[in-house]
């Protein structure tokens, strides 16, 4: 874990509300891990006065790269920064995926921005020889992941809830479709289409290490606040550095969220 001082390469808008970053920080790149996530400091004005965690999005010889939504005061001051400007970043933090080793193919379902963790993997999972599925889903075709941002090898199939490209409807109904062809399967994505998986397809997908990347309002990324604290089946854990990552079965779904 490395705390820095990390120069802004780039931030640029590539959908509406949804941004691109690349920071400088050699050091976070060599031990990043995809699943992982940072914690940046967004302003020192008393609405932001804590951390925000971002997801690693994609990591190169020179440092990392975040997809982040602009949806509240901190990620909004976050899509503002230029290029040249500094950020405070914490990490990387956090458990990630764990790709078996005798997994071959792998199935990734994307609910919005939880495209972007799944980018990381799925390029990972690509140098390694394994096969790839991605299903990402969004509202609308302007949410979904640009498939420039995607390694050329995986197959991948969109759906969108109004239908303006590929399936219309929750990306969560191709799940059954392509269920049985995964050895492993990592879902990223709202709390509420997490929880929908894990309650409606929790019979269809008993007999497959199905691994999901939680999002929940976290204080200080280290364990020290409690404020990210699930029930799961090993008892409380939390987020922050017992995941994001867990195994959805261990998962205590029906009171998430209680401590």
């Not at 705390?3 to 808008?13: K, L, R, S």
């Not at 191709?174 to 998986?197: H, N, R, S």
């Not at 404020?227 to 261990?250: H, N, W, Y």
């Amino acid at each position: 874990m490395h705390q820095i001082i990390a120069p802004i390469i780039t931030n640029n808008e590539v959908r509406p509300g949804i941004y691109h970053m690349r920071i400088e920080s050699a050091g976070m790149a060599a031990s990043a891990r995809p699943g992982q996530y940072v914690m940046i400091t967004c302003d020192r004005g008393l609405e932001r006065l804590l951390r925000r965690p971002i997801s690693i999005h994609r990591t190169w010889e020179g440092g990392l790269e975040f997809l982040y939504a602009a949806v509240g005061n901190g990620t909004q001051w976050l899509s503002q920064r230029k290029a040249g400007e500094n950020l405070d970043v914490l990490g990387p933090l956090g458990k990630g995926f764990v790709i078996n080793s005798s997994s071959k193919n792998l199935l990734l379902v994307a609910g919005g921005i939880g495209i972007a963790p799944l980018v990381y993997l799925a390029e990972k999972a690509v140098e390694s020889g394994k096969n790839v599925t991605l299903l990402a889903g969004a509202r609308t075709t302007n949410q979904l992941c640009i498939l420039p941002m995607l390694p050329e090898r995986i197959k991948y199939k969109a759906a969108t809830e109004d239908g303006s490209t590929g399936y219309k409807g929750m990306v969560t109904a191709l799940l059954p479709e392509f269920k049985d062809l995964a050895d492993q399967i990592f879902i990223c994505g709202p709390l509420p289409m997490l929880k929908a998986v894990a309650l409606n397809y929790a019979e269809q997908l008993r007999d497959k290490s199905v691994q999901v990347s939680l999002e929940v309002r976290m204080g200080c990324g280290l364990g020290f606040c409690y404020a990210c604290t699930i029930k799961t089946r090993q008892g409380l854990k939390q987020v922050c550095k017992d995941g994001p990552v867990f195994e959805m079965s261990d998962v205590s779904w029906s009171d998430f969220g209680m401590k």
